[in-house]
């Protein structure tokens, strides 16, 4: 399984980007599919994640700026971000929950990161 994000680049504070990301491979089942961060010196951290069954959760500082949708059919997951700040410069990485077989285990599977830089 093979995940590739786009959409990163540079924005100005109180602008807004789209993300996306296509899972690609052999792939049985998605359960959960998410948005992480990890801006410089930092740790990765959530961003958001929407679970099988259209349920999704926010990190606090994105709660009313962000909403993560995905398609399942395009295996896509995307991210559209509003009201960008200079705090959310970061690279920007997608996470799947998925079963790569029926007889699999739901394993996570990680993009390499899209770049996302806010100037002030």
């Known amino acids: 399984v093979q995940l590739q994000a786009s959409g990163g680049g540079l924005v100005q504070a109180g602008g807004s980007l789209s993300l996306s990301c296509l899972a690609s491979?052999?792939?049985?089942?998605?359960?959960?599919m998410g948005w992480y961060r990890q801006g410089p010196g930092k740790q990765r951290e959530l961003v958001a994640l929407?679970?099988?069954?259209?349920?999704?959760n926010y990190a606090d500082f994105v709660k009313g700026r962000c909403t993560i949708s995905r398609d399942d059919a395009k295996r896509m997951v995307y991210l559209q971000m509003n009201t960008l700040t200079p705090e959310d410069t970061a690279v920007y990485y997608c996470?799947?929950?998925?079963?790569?077989?029926?007889?699999?285990?739901?394993?996570?599977?990680w993009g390499k990161g899209t770049l996302v830089t806010v100037s002030s």
């Open positions: 996470n799947i929950g998925a079963r790569a077989t029926w007889y699999a285990s739901f394993m996570d599977y």
């Open positions: 491979g052999t792939i049985f089942k998605i359960d959960h």
């Open positions: 929407s679970l099988s069954g259209s349920s999704t």
